[in-house]
């Protein structure tokens, strides 16, 4: 989840302490900053810092130009997280059920499934259905790999 905050705190001091409008990421890290009262200036950060939340107050808000890096910081935030569950030498399939997206895992041959029906029995229709492409996808490899003999005669010619 990306959240968009815009701070609210009075500072206790003479002159007027500029508040920001931050965009964090779920962990409540900071991915950009709005500044005080702009909606086009806008700091991308690339280190990513922990917002500092103590004596501060902060609201949530729809910052018009912060929310157009939504998409990319969610894309960012998605690779980041698949890359950390996946171990090596496997591969992923994203199958879509009715409304709601599952991941089927490759490993050495063993397939496994992110959905609650694979926890309980081991087995279900998204491995199914990834085990029966993954079948045809093969035989139209082996298929290619040995060439037909009207290939062969034509090379000849
Ligand atoms: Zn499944």
Redesign the pocket.
């Known amino acids: 989840m990306i959240k968009m905050l815009k701070e609210v705190t009075v500072w206790n001091v003479e002159f007027r302490q500029p508040n920001h409008t931050y965009l964090l990421n779920s962990k409540g890290q900071i991915l950009a900053y709005a500044r005080w009262h702009s909606n086009t200036d806008i700091d991308i950060q690339k280190s990513r810092t922990y917002l500092d939340k103590r004596y501060r107050k902060f609201i949530e808000v729809n910052h018009t130009g912060l929310s157009k890096l939504i998409p990319q910081f969610l894309k960012e935030e998605k690779d980041s997280i698949i890359k950390e569950i996946i171990p090596e030498n496997t591969r992923v399939f994203k199958?879509k059920s009715k409304d709601k997206e599952?991941q089927?895992l490759l490993k050495n041959d063993q397939y496994s499934?992110?959905?609650i029906?694979?926890g309980y029995r081991g087995k279900?229709?998204?491995?199914d259905a990834v085990a029966e492409k993954q079948h045809v996808a093969k035989k139209q490899q082996n298929q290619k790999k040995s060439p037909s003999p009207l290939d062969i005669l034509a090379e000849v010619c």
Request: hydrophobic residues 25%; charged residues 10%; glycine residues 8%.
């Open positions: 199958v599952y089927v499934c992110s959905c029906g694979y279900c229709k998204h491995i």
